[in-house]
């Protein structure tokens, strides 16, 4: 049974399945009514308890990791066991008003009350998320420079003499390698809806480290190879951290 009703003066009527709904403000003292679904509702609005109200986040039951409340599937590890969770304020309120303990012994970040933040999967003990996003890294790297050679050379066939030809090209050919290897970062980090930005971090520069190990085909020199794997190794972890930026604005955690 439904009911219309007016939590100031304690007035309701019964729900009509004939008569559409007037919401209006009540006739006896001019409160705004409210709907009541069930008895249990009307009970609580005419007794005036404070129910807390749900929150914007869902909590994942099995990775203890906070999504937003329009997810189906949890962002950490895709499990769809979420479930919602109680504003931190109006549930306050509510222990205030029921002369409830306030010590909850739990985590309380921002207005939601969650048993734990953390996800318990960290994507950089994982063996397989490594070689994946390993994998994903150097075909996106070698992908992104493949295009860019083929835009340095237009129509043109590549010439027999490859170091005339990356001489005269050594700007483009610079700015290639530079934006295929932060591309790669930022590509290793999207297979993974959300991480921490170190681990962001030291998942995307070793795809600039194997990336940098490439120059021992080039040259033997431990200075150049030393150099190489820095410079690819950071420019990687700057993708890196860029695609975390973004997914962390996406999902607004």
Request: net charge negative; with cysteine; charged share 15%.
């Amino acid at each position: 049974m439904s009911y219309i009703v007016c939590r100031n003066c304690k007035k309701f009527v019964k729900v009509d399945e004939n008569i559409p709904l007037n919401f209006d403000k009540c006739e006896n003292c001019g409160h705004i009514l409210e709907f009541a679904g069930t008895d249990s509702d009307l009970n609580i609005i005419l007794n005036d308890i404070k129910v807390p109200k749900i929150s914007d986040n869902k909590i994942c039951l099995s990775c203890h990791g906070i999504n937003p409340r329009e997810t189906g599937a949890c962002l950490h590890c895709g499990s769809t066991n979420l479930h919602f969770q109680y504003d931190l304020e109006s549930f306050q309120d509510f222990q205030e008003a029921n002369g409830i303990s306030n010590d909850l012994g739990m985590d309380r970040p921002g207005k939601t009350i969650i048993i734990q933040a953390n996800p318990k999967f960290n994507p950089k003990n994982s063996v397989i998320f490594r070689i994946f996003s390993l994998m994903i890294g150097l075909i996106d790297f070698f992908f992104f420079t493949f295009v860019g050679v083929q835009l340095v050379l237009g129509s043109s066939e590549i010439p027999s003499d490859i170091m005339a030809f990356v001489t005269q090209n050594l700007y483009s050919l610079t700015s290639i390698m530079v934006v295929s290897l932060i591309l790669a970062g930022l590509m290793s980090v999207m297979i993974i809806p959300r991480m921490s930005y170190r681990d962001s971090l030291e998942t995307s520069s070793t795809i600039g480290i194997v990336v940098g190990l490439i120059t021992l085909f080039v040259s033997k020199d431990l200075l150049m190879l030393f150099v190489s794997i820095l410079v690819c190794g950071f420019l990687t972890g700057i993708g890196g951290l860029i695609g975390e930026y973004i997914i962390h604005k996406l999902t607004n955690n």
